[in-house]
């Protein structure tokens, strides 16, 4: 069926160091694809979207890029800083399905320093 | 300021309660929604409202009651509650509703049911 497979956490990194958290989905059609970052305590928040294939989001120097061909949508950061310890989420919506978002289970990040 | 708001921001209850949790939006936005946010932080989509139409009903027990009296408001009554309903429930709101709109989700209410 429709999901999202998320690499499990916690990820645990030094500050500076290099992020990848995995991302794949499973969806009919050209679904948009989503990363939401959740800070503790507190509701989610858009990070960064792409809404057509081989679309590359950004933002606060995340990156992913929408890769049809292994249906996936790898958040990275080139150089992870200690404010970024949160709890990421992938997730994409399909054309009419009510913009409903399909989210994958969270991995949590915790920088260090 | 606040572009998602809702209330209460806690609420611990008894089993077999009725409680209502509010949530209004000042964007302008015209779908609204409805998250559960599980122990394990898993999120799933229980209701959505397009302009205070029902749009999408998950398979959500007929306890749990949204009402819309307008497209900024979007409430969720849960009739005769559970311990397995406790959980954080975000409500969420979007321009409309195309699989592209970016949904904006107000802080949460942990709902804790004893």
């Known amino acids: 069926g429709d999901s999202v497979t998320q690499m499990e956490g916690p990820v645990t990194l030094s500050e500076e160091a290099f992020l990848t958290i995995n991302c794949t989905y499973t969806a009919t059609g050209y679904p948009s694809l989503f990363w939401y970052v959740q800070y503790p305590g507190e509701g989610l928040q858009l990070l960064l979207k792409a809404t057509k294939a081989d679309d590359k989001g950004s933002n606060k120097g995340f990156e992913a890029t929408y890769r049809k061909e292994t249906t996936s949508f790898h958040l990275e950061k080139g150089s992870v800083q200690v404010s970024d310890s949160a709890v990421y989420f992938c997730a994409w919506a399909s054309t009419g399905g009510g913009n409903k978002l399909t989210f994958g289970t969270g991995t949590q990040l915790k920088v260090e320093l | 300021d606040t572009a998602v708001s809702q209330t209460p921001k806690y609420l611990v209850t008894q089993m077999g309660n009725d409680k209502s949790i509010k949530c209004e939006q000042n964007?302008?936005?015209?779908?609204m929604y409805w998250y559960k946010q599980d122990s394990k932080k898993f999120l799933k989509i229980m209701f959505s409202?397009?302009?205070?139409?029902?749009?999408i009903n998950e398979t959500v027990p007929n306890r749990f009651s949204p009402k819309s009296p307008d497209k900024a408001h979007l409430n969720l009554h849960i009739n005769s509650l559970e311990l397995g309903d406790s959980a954080v429930y975000f409500c969420a709101s979007s321009r409309g509703q195309g699989a592209v709109e970016t949904q904006y989700f107000g802080p949460g209410t942990r709902l804790l049911v004893l």
């Open positions: 964007l302008g936005h015209d779908t």
């Open positions: 409202y397009n302009n205070k139409e029902l749009i």
